[in-house]
């Protein structure tokens, strides 16, 4: 089946910081979605990203489908924006998502 | 954005009861609804599919007899945990497809703690 990859694991910013995340994938896809995953457990929808770029406030993506990456920026980072990014993919028409391991990230005081 | 509620929220049961979880969309009828198991500081692993009117269909390892599912209606969409074992303790979350967007909104997720 199809493989993604998500990097970094883990990720330790100072507030204000900018940074990159990127999600790598193994094939075609027909929808990519970036979500946040709070201290809760709660997903939070950041993007529905099957190509081209998308921003919302200080967080914007870009997916380059023909390269199969998606990279997620979230700049001038704050205490809040902590907790899991995941990356999720779906190659068929079902709507099925597979996900990335996630990047960890914890934004320091 | 479209809304998905998750009931109940966290649960402790004793081992070999049964638990139900259910999932709805309350702002958006989904024909299709997604299972997903998740255990500490992993990501979420997809057990199975939730097709209204029809007969859910299971990722390979998951075992359909002791994860029952049930999508009654365009809104809701069930999973009962039988016999539950501690080793099924989890964090259980359900997702609903906008037919509309393509686009998977997710519930709030639901904790499990068999004693």
């Known amino acids: 089946g199809i493989q993604v990859e998500q990097s970094p694991p883990d990720l330790i910013l100072q507030e204000g910081a900018n940074s990159t995340l990127r999600c790598n994938f193994s094939?075609?896809?027909?929808?990519l979605q970036w979500f946040h995953q709070n201290p809760w457990g709660q997903l939070i929808n950041l993007f529905y990203i099957p190509s081209g770029t998308k921003q919302n406030g200080r967080l914007s993506a870009t997916t380059v489908a023909t390269e199969r990456y998606s990279l997620l920026y979230i700049s001038s980072s704050q205490t809040t924006d902590s907790g899991v990014y995941f990356c999720a993919v779906n190659y068929n028409q079902g709507g099925k998502l597979i996900f990335g391991q996630g990047t960890e990230l914890s934004v320091k005081p | 954005g479209a809304v998905v509620s998750q009931h109940p929220s966290w649960v402790i049961c004793k081992s070999g009861t049964s638990v139900k979880i259910e999932c709805r969309s309350l702002?958006?009828?989904?024909?299709?609804m997604f299972w997903y198991r998740q255990f500490p500081k992993q990501s979420l692993m997809l057990m199975a599919t939730s097709n209204e009117g029809s007969k859910a269909t299971y990722e390979q390892g998951v075992e359909k007899d002791k994860f029952l599912i049930n999508h009654a209606s365009l809104t809701l969409s069930t999973l009962t945990v039988t016999s539950a074992h501690p080793e099924d303790s989890s964090f259980y979350i359900c997702?609903?497809?906008?037919?509309?967007?393509?686009?998977?909104?997710f519930g709030e997720g639901s904790r499990l703690t068999v004693l």
């Open positions: 702002d958006f009828q989904a024909t299709t």
């Open positions: 094939d075609s896809v027909n929808n």
């Open positions: 997702s609903a497809l906008s037919s509309n967007t393509g686009e998977l909104f």
